[in-house]
């Protein structure tokens, strides 16, 4: 069984190339050419190199036909291939399962070590505060403060809640579990999977457009990631959860696609599951499915066929659903911010909201270019070799400074909620005090401005110096929290000014005096929208998101005005988003499908060999020697050899990757008799015509691609970049009038365009 | 500067083919190779042909080049730049603007002309029944059909409403307002505009997939399907106003693309316009602008970079903000039918929901099959010949059987209205009777089962037979309202169940005796989303459109069993929907992107010249005289011909368009002094060495694509299939070791693959 599977993978590549269709009945007559033993590793990429999407695709094709015209012979193998058409639901059901699962543990875990470092619950220690509240007696969430079974650190150890001691040890007890909780994630990272820092995000886009990082999705860093993200969000840190769970659930993903080898052993397959699993982690984070396909449809995937839109679609339902069940907001709403607000909005207010888009674009540029910029000195200078030290240098920072402000001191998610929601009568936040302390007479001096300008600048400065460190760490969250601040800033300067001069003309017409004419929340809203825009560039998953978050159509208009002007204002000042950003710093082979290619240059100006270099490293049909081919491999580290007829015609036949030669040479040493340094390597249907003293050839028609694409020297390079993007290419070869000119890499194709765009080319590091 | 436009358009495609990028800045330069008068068709393609996408792509970036570079020079240049780089968006808005309106005055004429066939507004026959009675007094919706100011026919020419004689004098009349609806509505399509029949979403898909059909988007199509659609709507037949929506915001999208030459002269450009265009049309047609983003993006649109799913979403959401503030349905609701529900569902539910898509899909089957066999009676038979007596017989028979049953008499999409809504206390439907007549007793014989399974069975054939008539006709409603009513008996059959017998085991958890568990209304919305999966094989759209209806995700997971549950059963029987099956009866070329061509076949089984035909029609790159060309373009009928260096070698060189052979020979003829019969065609750089006795010879290099696509012939079909469908190619030419041995175009591939499937190849008629 294991050898006919195995065989089969070897087959497959050569097998579609020289098959007739005639001998596809007749599988013995392929046998006859592989007499030796199969050699496992054909067909599969190196670390850090990219695949060849056409030819997974082929495989698999491959794959499917072996699997169709067996399920004919009896019903065990009709089973069979059921099981193997239905094996995607299954894989996005378990991925739904588990990726909410962890969602649904890691919200629990969040909230009760936050809690943590104010204090505990007596009455079980593992209840965070509300849990612990809500237990010892059904209090309302009004008297929340008073609950005796929760007691802040200070109260246990002291005895006394109130007082400058108290205050002061319990800022002391608050900043050292920070510590603790920060130094344990880093420490965890470093030790055990270095993948599982930052967000994951650039990284994964860059796999899902086919390229190889082995273990960047394994088990290790699936499990090293999930209990660090807690311990960094937990921490305090100006961080979130919802990149990092992208990254677990695409983990996930991976962790499933090893139960059915239609997924384990193609690369192609496997990368339309983890397009599916974005979508799960972003539909868990945010609890909006919709949001999260377009999110994994728009931001994260490269190659999205329409079947892998409806199955992400269901693992990200499965997913938000089983995260429900598990209720960790303990609220039964399947949204991270639930909110409803009661007031329409006014056309005057779009002036305001597209203020807060031109705020998120000017903020999305400082981040990106502040950031990348630091991220450049830590890889640059002597920083980056000290990334324990770092991020208890920063968590001791920001827990020292968060403190004071009870805007900062709380989770940031909660912090966001907060800003969101409207000053209804019911609301106990210190954002509506101001409100709800003297309902007739509004005196001005509660509103907190001050606090809240503080936190903002707070954020803004720490969330630069914050992503990117060596934790599970993303910027959907800080991102969110400073739009919200400033967005409720603007919106509570817009409501006093409504309520204290409803007779100006902006507000006549839909202000009544002492009515409730303007939502500080939705402003919240519109501002997180608009900063998180700025950011990630992303556009109408963006909207989705929030409106799956307000559920209704109503508040469109303003989010849509201010993620609009958000990417305006940004990309104004350029177009790459902070994943893009971070897939540049790290040289990644990432060719962005948005990027447009309008440069005149052409195939021949791109292609190697340029003018001065050394010809082309060719192999002939049939006339190298297993030595030649040897040296040839020992010589240069190119990925593959084009084989041409004779070096004097250059008539390209087919192209051969340099892995599978040296297995396959390798394999012939080993297995094969008579198979010497001097054997002739041929790669024709039949041998060549040989004297009889020479040594017996070694036949490899079957590792040669006889359908290498080829485009000719005059092709405008926009063109071929569109090729490589749309077919997924490793390579293109050039011609013209049939004759082998060159050859164009994927690594040719990014370095030209950064070339084009007056960058550095040398950036571009892998192939 | 009208010159100077044509002639830039004639360089586009031999510019980038043939200029190295040293020549690009020096304009001069090429200038020499066209001292004759540019021909302005070059580049253009014919009616019912298929265009190069790669082509369209290339010269939008040359002409995007031109204007980049001319902007650096004038502050003039640079704002037209700058209006270039907006139009996108400009056309957006007027699309939206556009569709919108017209949606808005479409809805209120249908509204009217509905009403009107039953009785007419006495204080102002322009108000529709609602209007009427809003106008004339402020009575409650209860006490609608007590406004005096609104008389039935009957009334107004008798004095009588009630009684036999008034029954008959207002069915008479009502047969007669829909003859003479559907008479003038087939007769206007008949004689001014015959491509505004049908849905048109199975053109606009072939169009969007790189179709020429020319006047199918045209000013008169608009104008024609706009009137004739109210008139057909109104005319009481089972169709919808839905897909001939989508198929008027194209037009909308076609005729604003006409304004801009970015848009008017690139068939690659202007559908990207169309695919935006078609989701503003379903944003309007359901009130759902991510649906409608959604559904362009799934069932519609072809190649669909990301620019237009953001643009896209503009669009729909300026068109359903513009028909709101037309606000036709008086409710200000963006939504066509508002529901919301006050119970939730229950797990055992979810039984009874999987049975509604069970039903959804076989309706589907027998519904696509049924309709297109009767499609294709009337395509072969003399029945096609009479579409106007077609049209009367239907609508007089769907007249005669709609009038007396409550349910169907009205609108449908009233019908499906009532049907999705939640039996309230204010709630004054029929639906509702049997419980808000007693509800301490419900007395089961007010239960309308009767009325609506013979209004389910009545829907079912009559939208069989409607589907595809010379009138425009869509067919989201008519499927909706099969589903909705099959649904609501499913519904009501339960909530009997549950009532009488809310002991059993089933419903003892979450069913209280006397309370109201089962919402009936979501089992008619569950049911109208299974019809519609069944019919179109939409899927994350169609969920998306449900979700926008309801505005909660509350009621997500029936509606996607539902829809799951009908696209399975539904595939089983044949993976194509109906628009697919009207393709293909027609026999458009369209290479679906959801197929999946798992074939073994090889280019070498498809291209042709095939073994026994004759060898390719090939041109010599310097020896072939005007004469023999002009022969081959009379013999032949090829779309293009391949230019290879010699008929001995055989090596290729270029590809070039029979069209623009044609008219670039018949320029030379009449502008060109010494271009005779026997002069020499090049396409080489240099002219040929001739004899002096020789006649000026042509240089033909400019309409020389140089860069055609290649395959080896060893090229596995699945490989060629995904390089047309994702390259967009017209052609490609098969080589072997840089040998020309034939060509494969779509149409060959398209009749490959229907021949692979066991059907008729010749289906497939045009290129």
Chains 1, 2 share one sequence.
């Not at 008073?146 to 319990?170: D, F, I, R, S």
């Not at 705020?359 to 981040?367: A, C, K, M, P, S």
């Not at 969330?463 to 919106?491: H, Q």
Request: charged content about 20%; hydrophobic content about 45%.
């Amino acid at each position: 069984m294991t050898f006919t599977a195995q065989f089969d993978d070897v087959l497959t590549w050569s097998g579609v190339s020289a098959a007739t269709p005639t001998e596809e009945m007749n599988g013995a007559g392929n046998l006859m050419d592989f007499l030796d033993e199969p050699f496992p590793d054909v067909g599969t990429y190196e670390d850090f190199h990219t695949i060849d999407w056409l030819r997974e695709k082929s495989r698999d094709t491959d794959r499917h036909r072996k699997i169709t015209s067996k399920s004919k012979e009896s019903i065990w193998e009709l089973i069979k291939s059921l099981l193997d058409a239905w094996s995607g639901w299954v894989v996005m059901l378990l991925i739904g399962l588990l990726s909410g699962t962890l969602a649904g543990v890691i919200d629990l875990a969040v909230d009760w070590m936050t809690d943590l470092k104010e204090g505990v619950c007596l009455s079980a220690f593992w209840y965070s505060h509300e849990q612990c509240c809500w237990t010892s007696n059904e209090t309302t969430f009004d008297d929340r403060d008073k609950c005796p079974q929760w007691q802040k650190w200070a109260e246990l150890m002291t005895g006394h809640a109130e007082g400058a001691g108290a205050y002061v040890l319990n800022y002391f007890l608050y900043i050292l579990w920070a510590l603790l909780f920060s130094f344990l994630a880093v420490s965890l990272v470093r030790v055990f999977a270095p993948y599982a820092c930052g967000s994951g995000i650039p990284e994964i886009k860059t796999i899902l457009s086919g390229f190889i990082i082995r273990g960047y999705l394994g088990k290790w860093t699936l499990l090293i990631k999930t209990v660090t993200l807690v311990l960094a969000v937990s921490s305090g840190l100006s961080l979130g959860k919802e990149g990092p769970l992208v990254h677990v659930a695409c983990c996930c993903g991976n962790l499933f696609c090893s139960l059915f080898s239609k997924y384990s052993k193609n690369e192609g397959k496997r990368r339309e599951v983890l397009s599916a699993a974005a979508a799960a982690g972003v539909s868990v984070a945010f609890g909006a499915p919709i949001g999260g396909v377009l999110f994994s449809l728009e931001e994260v995937s490269y190659y999205f066929p329409l079947k892998t839109l409806w199955r992400s679609f269901f693992a990200a339902l499965v997913a938000a659903f089983t995260l429900r069940s598990i209720n960790p907001f303990g609220n039964s709403r399947l949204v991270l911010f639930y909110v409803e607000y009661h007031t329409p909005w006014y056309m005057a207010e779009l002036v305001p909201f597209i203020l807060l888009g031109v705020f998120g674009g000017l903020w999305g540029t400082l981040f990106i270019r502040a950031n990348i910029a630091w991220c450049r000195r830590r890889k640059t200078t002597q920083l980056g070799k000290y990334p324990v030290l770092e991020v208890i240098a920063v968590t001791g920072i920001t827990a020292v400074l968060a403190y004071p402000n009870p805007y900062t001191r709380r989770s940031t998610s909660e912090l966001i909620s907060e800003l969101f929601n409207d000053c209804g009568a019911l609301e106990s936040s210190q954002l509506c005090d101001y409100i709800n302390n003297s309902n007739m007479s509004r005196p001005v001096d509660d509103i907190p401005d001050r606090p809240l300008a503080l936190a903002l600048i707070f954020k803004i400065v720490i969330t630069i110096f914050t992503f990117g460190m060596k934790i599970p760490s993303g910027l959907f969250i800080p991102s969110m929290a400073v739009g919200a601040i400033a967005g409720r800033i603007v919106g509570i300067a817009v409501e006093q000014m409504a309520y204290h001069h409803h007779d100006w003309i902006i507000f006549k017409n839909w202000c009544r005096p002492g009515a409730d004419c303007v939502t500080p929340g939705l402003y919240a809203m519109v501002g997180a929208a608009a900063c998180l825009g700025g950011v990630t560039r992303m556009t109408v998953s963006l909207v989705v998101i929030m409106f799956e978050l307000t559920g209704g159509l109503e508040y469109i208009v303003p989010l849509m005005a201010a993620a609009v002007t958000s990417k305006w204002v940004a990309d104004a000042f350029g177009k790459e988003g902070i994943y893009e950003s971070h897939i540049q710093l790290n040289g990644y082979p990432y060719l962005d499908v948005r990027d447009e290619f309008t440069h005149r240059t052409l195939a021949t100006d791109v292609m190697r060999p340029r003018r001065n270099d050394p010809p082309l490293a060719v192999l002939t049909q049939d006339s190298t020697t297993v030595e030649d081919v040897e040296t040839l491999i020992k010589d240069t580290d190119y990925n593959g050899f084009p084989v041409v007829v004779s070096r004097e015609s250059e008539r390209l036949i087919g192209f051969v990757q340099r892995r599978d030669l040296t297995l396959a040479i390798k394999n012939a040493r080993q297995k094969q008799d008579g198979v010497v340094s001097s054997s002739v390597v041929y790669f024709t249907e039949d041998a060549p015509q040989l004297l009889a003293s020479n040594p017996q050839p070694l036949k490899l028609r079957r590792i040669l691609n006889l359908s290498p694409f080829t485009v000719t020297d005059h092709t405008p390079m926009e063109t071929v970049v569109d090729i490589f993007r749309k077919l997924g290419l490793r390579q293109c070869l050039v011609t013209r009038s049939g004759r082998l000119l060159g050859i164009i890499t994927k690594k040719d194709v990014l370095r030209h365009m950064a070339q084009m765009m007056n960058q550095d080319p040398e950036s571009i590091m892998f192939n």
